[in-house]
């Protein structure tokens, strides 16, 4: 429990107060109690807890995170998806497999069957509330690989794309970094906006989402993962992840859909990234 300002004694007593420790009631009874004060509530990131044996697991996939984060030897791919089930087989088909590879797909509430084909592809699907940076933190957390690669479900990795991934990370230096843009589109519109997207990843080591972002797992933790934020919570991301290191821009191209510039509009989508 966190409070934001100060709040009288007798209420911040009673939010302790009367409480079934240990239970599975405790999270219930603390709303009730907040509520009936009007306090406004506010949920984080639902994470796990470690208090008997059964959950060293948990505390394994931790001990992992705190391994040389220049010894990167696995990677978790994590997919947020909603409604994609148009989309994802090709994604998930996109990532291949490997022991080397793991492959978490975080569904946002789908009313279409996309979890079951991650499911039947292998994927390991996990439950969330939107937006996407929720669903990719609640990813990251579950992963268990030394880097992240954040894919968007309409998005395609380029061949043997782990590789380069496993190349770059090598280098001390660097701590994140993402593929060029090559849209899945034969438009002159799209042409432009593809070649502005790559000069300015490379100029500025500023790649967006749909460049498949991936970093070293102890990286993406200390800087404490997506901003909860409805859009460009992967250029807030990166943002931070500069603090800590370079970001490089692999050559090897990941081939996005076209369909939020060709469903939004050329301008409008491009005019909404901008402010």
Same mark, same amino acid.
């Given at each position: 429990i966190g409070?934001?300002?100060?709040?009288?004694?007798?209420?911040?007593?009673?939010?302790?107060?009367?409480?079934?420790?240990?239970?599975?009631?405790?999270?219930?009874?603390? !709303?009730?109690?907040?509520?009936?004060?009007?306090?406004?509530l506010e949920f984080l990131d639902r994470l796990e807890d470690i208090d008997l044996p059964r959950d060293l697991p948990?505390?394994?996939?931790?001990?992992?995170?705190?391994?040389?984060?220049?010894?990167?030897?696995?990677?978790?791919?994590? !997919?947020?998806?909603?409604?994609?089930?148009?989309?994802?087989?090709?994604?998930?088909?996109?990532?291949?497999?490997?022991?080397?590879?793991?492959?978490?797909?975080?569904?946002?509430?789908?009313?279409?069957?996309?979890?079951?084909?991650?499911?039947?592809?292998?994927?390991?699907?996990?439950?969330?509330?939107?937006?996407?940076?929720?669903q990719m933190n609640i990813g990251a957390y579950e992963a268990a690989g030394g880097a992240l690669l954040f894919l968007h479900a309409d998005t395609r990795l380029p061949a043997r794309f782990d590789d380069h991934v496993f190349r770059a990370l090598k280098r001390k230096d660097i701590v994140a970094?993402?593929?060029?843009l090559g849209i899945d589109s034969r438009s002159p519109r799209l042409r432009y906006i593809e070649r502005l997207a790559n000069w300015r990843s490379r100029r500025l080591g500023m790649p967006y989402g749909d460049q498949a972002i991936f970093a070293r797992s102890e990286t993406f933790y200390r800087v404490g993962g997506f901003p909860k934020i409805p859009i460009m919570e992967d250029f807030a991301f990166i943002r931070r992840v500069k603090?800590?290191?370079?970001?490089?821009?692999?050559?090897?191209?990941?081939?996005?859909?076209?369909?939020?510039?060709?469903?939004?509009?050329?301008?409008?989508?491009?005019?909404?990234?901008?402010?």
């Open positions: 409070l934001k300002n100060p709040v009288p004694g007798r209420i911040a007593g009673d939010l302790f107060h009367g409480i079934a420790w240990g239970s599975g009631q405790v999270l219930d009874q603390t !709303v009730e109690i907040a509520r009936r004060h009007r306090l406004r948990v505390w394994e996939r931790a001990v992992k995170r705190l391994s040389p984060p220049w010894d990167v030897k696995s990677i978790s791919v994590v !997919v947020p998806a909603l409604n994609e089930a148009d989309q994802i087989s090709g994604a998930l088909n996109s990532i291949g497999t490997g022991c080397h590879l793991e492959v978490l797909v975080v569904d946002g509430g789908s009313r279409d069957n996309t979890a079951a084909i991650a499911t039947s592809m292998g994927a390991r699907v996990l439950k969330s509330r939107p937006p996407r940076s929720r970094g993402a593929f060029s603090k800590k290191g370079r970001v490089v821009i692999l050559p090897s191209p990941v081939e996005p859909s076209p369909r939020r510039w060709e469903n939004l509009g050329f301008l409008t989508t491009t005019l909404t990234n901008q402010m």
